[in-house]
């Protein structure tokens, strides 16, 4: 079946810039998931989604990034006035509803973000 | 709060030869623990995860992982390592309904023919 879709693949932009990048999870997956992987930083957690609201918010860097869940589906992580710092590749991963903690989550292939 | 550590950047192992990528973890409360794989210019990809009271999971693709709970290790094995095995490697962990997964560094492993 098909899996975590993001979209772009890639994007490259001027400092400044608003961006958006967009997610599409597995269906019938209520979880979903946004993480950043830099070179120096790792992979860190950005925000939980269950349904279409965000009870885990924590990993957001700053009040310039933003996400939204529309009808328990699609995602948009938008990321507004963006500096060099957030060049990253942003991860995207859904999961079943989260009734058991040992519940996998399924990645997307990302989207690679270079601010110029 | 919880953290994973894996001890090694690389791992280099002979291709058929046996192989294994070190995690260990600090949690309170039960752990949840998780091995993805991660390919040049993809995403993640689930391997296995920890079941309460196996101590040696088996995942996809031959891997298989070893739970230690007084050593608190989580290592990840193969009995015979192919070339196409060689990726970059994550530990994670997460505790508690709805909660993020916590990853390791990531280990590179290079499995040479």
């Known amino acids: 079946g098909a899996g975590v879709s993001q979209s772009p693949s890639n994007k490259v932009t001027e400092k400044g810039k608003d961006v958006e990048l967009r997610c599409d999870p597995i269906s019938g997956h209520t979880a979903l998931y946004w993480y950043r992987q830099s070179l120096g930083q790792g992979l860190e957690f950005l925000i939980y989604f269950q349904g279409n609201s965000a009870p885990d918010k924590s990993g957001l860097p700053s009040d310039r990034f933003s996400a939204e869940r529309t009808g328990g589906s699609v995602s948009t992580l938008t990321i507004q006035r963006t500096q060099q710092e957030d060049s990253a590749v942003y991860l995207c991963?859904?999961?079943?509803?989260?009734?058991?903690?040992?519940?996998?989550?399924?990645f997307g292939d990302g989207t690679r973000l270079s601010i110029l | 709060a919880q953290s994973v550590a894996q001890p090694e950047d690389q791992v280099n192992v002979a291709e058929g030869n046996p192989l294994t990528v070190k995690c260990t973890y600090s949690?309170?409360?039960?752990?949840?623990l998780f091995w993805y794989v991660q390919y040049p210019n993809r995403g993640l990809q689930f391997l296995l995860k920890y079941i309460t009271g196996d101590n040696l999971v088996k995942g996809s693709y031959g891997f298989e992982a070893e739970f230690n709970k007084s050593q608190t290790s989580f290592h990840l094995k193969k009995p015979s390592a192919l070339v196409s095995d060689s990726a970059l490697y994550f530990c994670?962990?997460?505790?508690?309904?709805?909660?993020?997964?916590?990853f390791g560094a990531g280990t590179i492993l290079r499995v040479k023919s």
């Open positions: 949690v309170s409360g039960n752990p949840y």
């Open positions: 994670a962990v997460r505790v508690a309904y709805g909660n993020k997964l916590v």
């Open positions: 991963a859904s999961s079943l509803q989260d009734t058991t903690p040992n519940q996998p989550q399924h």
